[in-house]
């Protein structure tokens, strides 16, 4: 098959484009002129200049493609402005779906996100069925993607063939812009002096991601959301699984459920008067809640994940070191000599 994979020199799309070539397709990676090619280094595919907000430049890319797999977006939405990040989620993906559909693509695959999927009030998982339930206005990346999805949906009821993704919390090695490899930075940085929220997030590594798309594109049903992920984890088990593969100590501070939305307004105000910190006020208060689903849908009809998260955890790790992303400061030497003491 011929494949266009949007969003290719990302971290999801760049595994997806290795995984085509491996299993014998030919990629043809959308990518700006202007972006970092370090991804796709050493990957067999085939470039095509363009973006998603621009119609006429997927028209050309699209052209005798057999799928589409529609993987860019704006992920890191704490960095980024809400308007531009609605323009590409949403507005680009309408261009997609109308680039595909006139260039005769058999199927689109899209990748939206778990952060599309509803949460459940009564401690059950969520599935593929729960609609997003969030207020907009506080979480406007999980708003997005659940615009997006309308817009695949009304694709697929004027006839054309739109499979939906929904990613997890993806891990893996070669996460670039340190989206979910923050956990992994942060832990290097702080270690046993990390807070640890009350609740608990899915994971999945980024090559079973990759895969589970290209299944999606082979086997996923029409019109179908599939909600990929391997494990659901509290934050203690997670933030503890990933010290004991970066080798320093266990974070050793639960912050109380009560106290995580006086430090998101606080973050809020931070980020309002200008300073820049990592994370926003909405991830922080989402840190009470149990964010789990239920992953035995696509478990059926995509296949079951095969990478361990121990061994994701450990292959991001060993990536990071090797690329140079994690210096041992000494700050953080410091902090782990006292965690080891104490």
């Known amino acids: 098959m011929r494949v266009l994979v949007t969003g290719a020199t990302g971290f999801v799309g760049s595994h997806i484009v290795r995984a085509l070539g491996e299993m014998g397709h030919q990629a043809v990676a959308l990518h700006r002129a202007s972006s970092r090619l370090d991804a796709l280094a050493g990957v067999t595919y085939e470039s095509a200049l363009g973006d998603v907000t621009d119609l006429d430049s997927l028209r050309a890319a699209a052209a005798g493609c057999d799928w589409v797999l529609h993987v860019a977006a704006v992920a890191a939405y704490w960095r980024t ?15 997609v779906l109308q680039a595909a559909r006139e260039a005769g693509v058999k199927r689109v695959v899209f990748t939206s996100s778990a952060a599309a999927v509803g949460l459940r009030a009564d401690g059950q998982l969520a599935d593929e069925t729960l609609p997003f339930n ?25 006839g054309q063939d739109v499979v939906i993704v929904n990613p997890v919390v993806v891990l893996g090695p070669g996460d670039l812009n340190m989206i979910s490899g923050d956990f992994i930075l942060q832990m290097k940085r702080f270690s046993w002096t990390l807070p640890v929220p009350p609740g608990g997030v899915a994971v999945i590594d980024v ?3 990759a895969r589970m798309h290209i299944a999606a594109a082979r ?3 029409t019109g ?8 659901n984890y509290p934050y203690a088990d997670w933030f503890n699984l990933i010290a004991d593969v970066v080798g320093v100590p266990r974070p050793g501070f639960p912050v109380p459920g009560w106290l995580l939305p006086i430090v998101a307004d606080v973050i809020d105000r931070l980020r309002a008067a200008g300073i820049t910190v990592p994370i926003d006020g909405n991830q922080t208060r989402l840190g009470k809640e149990h964010i789990y689903f239920d992953f035995s849908k696509a478990w059926d009809e995509l296949g079951k994940p095969l990478i ?13 070191r090797e690329h140079g992303y994690l210096p041992d400061t ?3 030497q410091l902090i782990e000599r006292i965690g080891r003491l104490i």
Not at 144 to 158: G, M, N, P, Q
Not at 224 to 231: D, F, S
Not at 315 to 320: G, L, P, Q, V
């Open 224 to 231: 179908e959301r599939y909600i990929l992920g391997a494990v």
């Open 207 to 209: 090559r079973d991601v």
């Open 81 to 95: 402005d809400t308007a531009k990040m609605f323009e590409v989620n949403v507005g680009g993906t309408r261009n």
């Open 308 to 320: 361990d998260m121990r061994q994701s955890v450990t292959d991001t790790y060993e990536w990071y």
């Open 134 to 158: 969030l207020p907009p206005d506080a979480f406007p990346y999980g708003y997005s993607k659940a615009l997006a999805e309308v817009e695949c949906i009304h694709a697929v009821r004027d």
């Open 219 to 221: 086997q996923g049903r």
């Open 330 to 332: 000494p700050t953080a």
